[in-house]
C-alpha cells in the first residue's frame, strides 16, 4: 500500500524573486547601492593615493641643497626629502653639548654628540633667532663622547658652514625603570631644546643634521644615502582592496536578509511540521520555482 500523496496548501508561497521585487527589498537595495558606492568611491580616493604619478627623480637627495630650501623652522620634513643633503652656516652654542646613546655607526654600537647651532639667519632664509640640533660626530666609548662634548662646551665651532644630512626627529621616549632619567636614548630636538641653556625666544627646526665633518676629535659619523622610495604604496593598495570587498559585502547582506525573509515566510505558509518536499524547489540563480 503506497503512501497517501502530501496534501498541498491552498496557497502557493512567494518565489525568492517576487520577494526580492517587492517595495520594501528594493528600497533596501537601493540602501545596499549607496552604501557599496561610498565603499567604491574610498577604494578609488586609496588606490589614487597608492601611486605616486610625480615621485622624486632619482639621486634627488645627493644635490647639496641650501637649508631653507628644504625645511622652515617648525615644520615637519616631508617624507620625500628625509636624508636630503643641506648647507647652512652659523655658530654653535656654548654649554649645549650633550651625549645620545644607543647609536650605532655602520653596525658598530657608541654614541652620538649633538649640540645646538644657532644658523646665519642671511643664509638660511630665516629673520628670527634660529637653531638647528646638529649631531656632529662618533665615537665607540661614553668617556671618549663625554669627553668630547665637554671639551665643545668649552670652545664651540664658530662661523661655520655645515653640510650633512636633515634627518626626521626620532621622538622622545621616556626613560625606562632603573635607567637615568637624564640619559638621551633618541635623537630629538624637542628633547634636546629642554636641556639648551640658550634658547629664551628662538625658533627651532623640527628635523636634525647629521654633520659630514667632525668635531671634537670624534668620528665622522657614517650617514648613507637613503633607499630610494617606491612609487607605489602597497599599504594603500591594500585598502583599496579591502573597501571593495566591503563594497560586495554590502550586496551580499541585502541578497541575505532578502532570502531570511523568504524562507520565513515560506515556514509560516508550511507551518512548523512540514516536508522538506513541500519547500519550493531552488533554481539555479537562487530563486524560488514555482511549482
Keep these: 500500500m503506497t503512501d497517501p500523496a502530501p496534501e498541498l496548501?491552498?496557497?502557493?508561497?512567494?518565489?525568492?524573486?517576487?520577494?526580492?521585487?517587492?517595495?520594501?527589498?528594493?528600497?533596501?537595495?537601493?540602501?545596499?547601492?549607496?552604501?557599496?558606492?561610498?565603499?567604491?568611491?574610498?577604494?578609488?580616493?586609496?588606490?589614487?593615493?597608492?601611486?605616486?604619478?610625480?615621485?622624486?627623480?632619482?639621486?634627488?637627495?645627493?644635490?647639496?641643497?641650501?637649508?631653507?630650501?628644504?625645511?622652515?623652522?617648525?615644520?615637519?620634513?616631508?617624507?620625500?626629502?628625509?636624508?636630503?643633503?643641506?648647507?647652512?652656516?652659523?655658530?654653535?652654542?656654548?654649554?649645549?653639548?650633550?651625549?645620545?646613546?644607543?647609536?650605532?655607526d655602520d653596525g658598530v654600537?657608541?654614541?652620538?654628540?649633538?649640540?645646538?647651532?644657532?644658523?646665519?639667519?642671511?643664509?638660511?632664509?630665516?629673520?628670527?633667532?634660529?637653531?638647528?640640533?646638529?649631531?656632529?660626530?662618533?665615537?665607540?666609548?661614553?668617556?671618549?663622547?663625554?669627553?668630547?662634548?665637554?671639551?665643545?662646551?668649552?670652545?664651540?665651532?664658530?662661523?661655520?658652514?655645515?653640510?650633512?644630512r636633515i634627518i626626521s626627529d626620532e621622538g622622545v621616549r621616556p626613560p625606562s625603570t632603573g635607567d637615568d632619567p637624564n640619559e638621551l636614548v633618541r635623537m630629538s630636538p624637542a628633547a634636546l631644546l629642554s636641556r639648551w641653556s640658550d634658547a629664551a625666544g628662538i625658533d627651532v627646526y623640527r628635523p636634525y643634521l647629521t654633520s659630514a665633518e667632525a668635531f671634537g676629535g670624534l668620528q665622522e659619523i657614517h650617514s648613507p644615502a637613503p633607499a630610494e622610495l617606491s612609487p607605489i604604496n602597497w599599504l594603500n593598495i591594500f585598502y583599496a582592496i579591502e573597501w571593495v570587498v566591503f563594497a560586495g559585502f554590502a550586496f551580499y547582506m541585502w541578497y541575505r536578509l532578502t532570502r531570511d525573509a523568504w524562507e520565513k515566510e515560506v515556514e509560516e505558509l508550511l507551518g512548523d511540521d512540514e516536508d522538506d518536499d513541500l519547500l519550493p524547489p531552488v533554481d539555479a540563480d537562487g530563486t524560488a520555482a514555482r511549482p
Excluded: C, H, K
Aim: cysteine-free; proline content about 11%.
Design 9 to 104: 496548501p491552498d496557497v502557493f508561497p512567494p518565489t525568492l524573486r517576487e520577494v526580492m521585487l517587492r517595495p520594501f527589498w528594493i528600497g533596501m537595495l537601493v540602501v545596499a547601492l549607496a552604501v557599496a558606492g561610498i565603499f567604491a568611491w574610498l577604494g578609488q580616493w586609496q588606490l589614487g593615493n597608492a601611486i605616486d604619478s610625480d615621485p622624486p627623480p632619482p639621486g634627488m637627495t645627493e644635490e647639496l641643497r641650501p637649508l631653507g630650501e628644504v625645511v622652515e623652522p617648525g615644520e615637519y620634513l616631508p617624507e620625500p626629502q628625509v636624508g636630503q643633503r643641506v648647507e647652512v652656516s652659523g655658530s654653535f652654542v656654548e654649554g649645549d653639548f650633550d651625549v645620545i646613546s644607543s647609536r650605532f
Design 109 to 164: 654600537a657608541g654614541f652620538w654628540v649633538a649640540g645646538q647651532f644657532r644658523v646665519d639667519p642671511s643664509t638660511a632664509g630665516v629673520t628670527d633667532p634660529t637653531s638647528l640640533a646638529v649631531a656632529v660626530g662618533f665615537a665607540e666609548t661614553r668617556e671618549d663622547a663625554e669627553a668630547a662634548a665637554s671639551a665643545l662646551d668649552q670652545d664651540p665651532p664658530q662661523q661655520v658652514t655645515l653640510t650633512g
